[in-house]
Each structure stands twice: as C-alpha cells, then as structure tokens.
C-alpha cells in the first residue's frame, strides 16, 4: 500500500509540480487540501478542484477557514491595532499560521506518512510551515520538493511536460496572494531599494473619485455592522469594508522588514479593509480606554505581532497576550464616522456611550468642571518635588 502524503495545494506552479512529483517519482498517495482564509471564491474552489484532479491526487479539499481565521487570529490583530513596522497588517504572515494548522489537522485525520508543501528556501513561509507540523504532527514526515531540490520555474514547467501535464503557468509580472487581511503584491520593485510599485500592479485599480461616507460599529471590539447593515460574523463586514473601499485604491503600502531567515525583506500589499478597520479601532479606543490601557496595550500588541509574523503562534504566551486584549475590549463600543476618498481615508469622529471624552467633566482648554486653580498649584508643587530635589542635589540648571 501507497504511504499517504497530505499536499498544502494553491494549484499553482510550485504546488503542482509537488502532486505530481510525490505520486510519480515518489510513490505517495496524495491527498491535496486548498485552505481558503479569505482568498478564494466559489468558482476558484472548482477551478482548484479540476486542476488536482488533472494532477492525478487520490482526494481534493477545499476547505473554508476564514471564520477560524478570524476567530483564532485577526481578531487579535484588531484589538492589538497591530501593524507590523507601522505599516503592514501581517495580511500573509497571519494566513500561513492558520492554513499549517489546519493541514496539520488534516494530516492527523487521514493517518498521513507525510506532509508536503510548495516552499521555497528563500522565504518566511518555510519556517511558517515546518514549525506548525513539527509541533502539532513531530512524527510525520515533512516534505518539500521545491527547496529540497532547489528547483528553477523551468525545471518545474519540464517535469510537468515531461508527465504530459499541459497547463498554463505563464508567469504573471506580479505575484500576487489574495486573503481576508489584505493582499500582498510581488515584482521586480519590490527585489530593490529604490522603486515602488506600479499603479497596474495592484489587483484593485481606482474606479471611484467622489468621497463617499462609510459608518462602522464596534461591540466589545468586534465589528457588527458596516453603513448600519449588521452582520451575522465579522468576516462578512471585514469583506463588506473591502468592497466599498477598494475601488479607492485605499490600504496600498510597501512594507520592509527583517524576516525570520535574518535577511531585509520588502513587499508590496493593498489592505483597505484591513487599514481602515484599524485605524477605525484605534480611534475608538483612544476614546474608551484609560491612559495606561492604551500603553500596556500597545507594548503587548508590538510583541504579538512580531512573534506571530516570526512563526511563533503557538506558544503559550500568544494566549496570555490574547486573553490581555480580549479583556480591554469591554469598552470598546460605538460607531466610527469615516470618508474615504482616492489613495486615502479621514476618520471624522466617534460616538460611544462609553466615551471618557465627557462634556460634564469639562472640555479641554475651554471649562474646567473637576479641579480650581488651587487644587492645580497644590497638585504641580507635590508633582515637582522629587524633580527639585534632584536637580539641587547634582546643582543642575
């Protein structure tokens, strides 16, 4: 009997090569999983289908993760206001967490020999992958063609050929991976320093010029409605913000940024869900939250992101840092007020019942309602003693 390898499958080239790869030259029965989070449609799902079985997989899955996604990760993103450099909304690195966990479970459902994936040695994915299996399936073999044996696009598109595999894997000027957090964009700019992205390399092109006015309501932090149109999971309002935001060519971005193989790594992505949710969510807490809230917040926010862009979603102190923000999101409710215009968006403004922003304890520079003069003189003069003090001591201006 056949030993079972359980194939990551995006149905592209590298991908493709690896199905036919394991079952020809190997010997393996494969079993081939596409995990959507975000990226895929229907007629994708059928497209993905009838290209693995062309490939000659004993078994195709198409499995539908964008709501664990959500669940088990942005989520987080959202409460943490987390932007990678302040800039990147870990679209991709996010992704490949929750597609590993989920091939890892498929694994140990079939009873698999073996796990494989389409990586390359260049990347942050590989690292991604091989430490989710390792941790969550140690026993099973994993297997990955395309760095193993350092294969070029042409050596691929040959063995297909070879097997008499005739598809089309013209190579895009772009690559580009769609998902619910955004899209990264990949071309020869994004290989220096100097240049940036195209308008065409983009996936979504400007169609509107007119600003328009987008409302957003936060419960506890979660999303529930976009323009007064409530939803039934927060997934259908992030996809919702996306549709009526990029068209504006609203989120585009070049991250640079150290990458888990130590080398300086820069990417191109269009996130105008992702960008306008959480700016939206920060502007909110920044009217719900308390001083020192927002600071330990924000330092713990920083950690998440850097070890989940670093492969590192499984340790445990991933779930403190979670049940941290999970907790200060009590307050965070009302509705944002934003405009969205060409290449940008302006947050206008809150309302909240929770709002620490509150007229009757006065108004910033205008009434004061809360303190007298006194009380101020009395509070500065105990505020600067230890200042004084250190100051005569060491005899300093």
């Known amino acids: 009997m056949s030993k079972k390898v359980v194939l990551a499958f995006s149905g592209g080239l590298d991908t493709s090569y690896c199905a036919k790869y394991l079952s020809e030259t190997l010997g393996y029965e494969v079993h081939a999983i ?3 989070t975000g990226g895929f449609d229907k007629n994708d799902e ?16 198409f499995i539908d993760a964008s709501e664990k996604y959500y669940n088990d990760c942005v989520k987080y993103l959202i409460f943490g206001n987390v932007l990678k450099n302040n800039t990147y909304p870990l679209s991709v690195s996010a992704e490949r967490t929750i597609q590993a966990q989920t091939i890892a479970e498929s694994a140990l459902e079939i009873g ?11 990347g942050n994915d590989q690292v991604r992958f091989d430490l989710i299996f ?3 399936c140690p026993k099973i073999e994993i297997i990955t063609p395309i760095r193993d044996l350092s294969l ?3 050596d691929e598109i040959q063995f297909l050929k070879d097997h008499n595999c005739e598809m089309d894997f013209d190579k895009a000027k772009y690559s580009i991976n769609k998902g619910l957090w955004g899209t990264s964009v990949g071309g020869k700019e994004t290989l220096t320093s100097r240049f940036s992205l195209p308008e065409e390399a983009f996936p979504s092109q400007v169609e509107k010029t007119e600003p328009s006015n987008l409302e ?7 999303l529930i409605s976009v323009n007064g149109e409530t939803f039934s999971h927060p997934v259908l309002a992030i996809q919702k913000i996306e549709e009526l935001a990029s068209p504006y060519g609203i989120g585009r971005d070049i991250h ?3 990458t888990i193989v130590g080398i300086k790594g820069r990417v191109g992505f269009e996130a105008s869900s992702a960008s306008i949710i959480i700016k939206a969510h920060h502007l909110l807490e920044k009217h719900t939250l308390s001083k020192y809230q927002q600071t330990i917040k924000s330092q713990l926010s920083d950690w998440y992101g850097n070890w989940l862009h670093e492969a590192l979603f499984l340790d445990p102190v991933m779930r403190n ?20 215009h060409p290449y940008r968006f302006v947050l206008n403004g809150i309302e909240s019942e929770n709002d620490l922003m509150s007229s009757k304890f006065g108004s910033y520079g205008e009434e004061n309602l809360a303190w007298s003069g006194d009380d101020v003189k009395g509070y500065t003069k105990i505020l600067s003693n230890s200042l004084n003090i250190y100051h005569q001591v060491n005899k300093l201006n």
Do not use: C, P, W
Request: glycine share 10%.
């Open 34 to 36: 596409t995990i959507n």
């Open 46 to 61: 059928v497209l993905l289908k009838e290209k693995a079985e062309k490939l000659g997989v004993a078994s195709y899955r």
């Open 112 to 122: 698999a020999d073996a796990i494989a994936h389409g990586s390359t040695g260049a």
């Open 134 to 136: 390792n941790v969550m």
């Open 152 to 154: 070029s696009r042409e």
């Open 216 to 222: 957003i309501e936060f419960k506890n932090g979660e």
């Open 256 to 258: 640079v940024g150290d």
């Open 321 to 340: 840092i979670e049940s941290f923000l999970q907790d200060s999101q009590r307050t965070v409710n009302g509705k944002v007020f934003i405009t969205l």
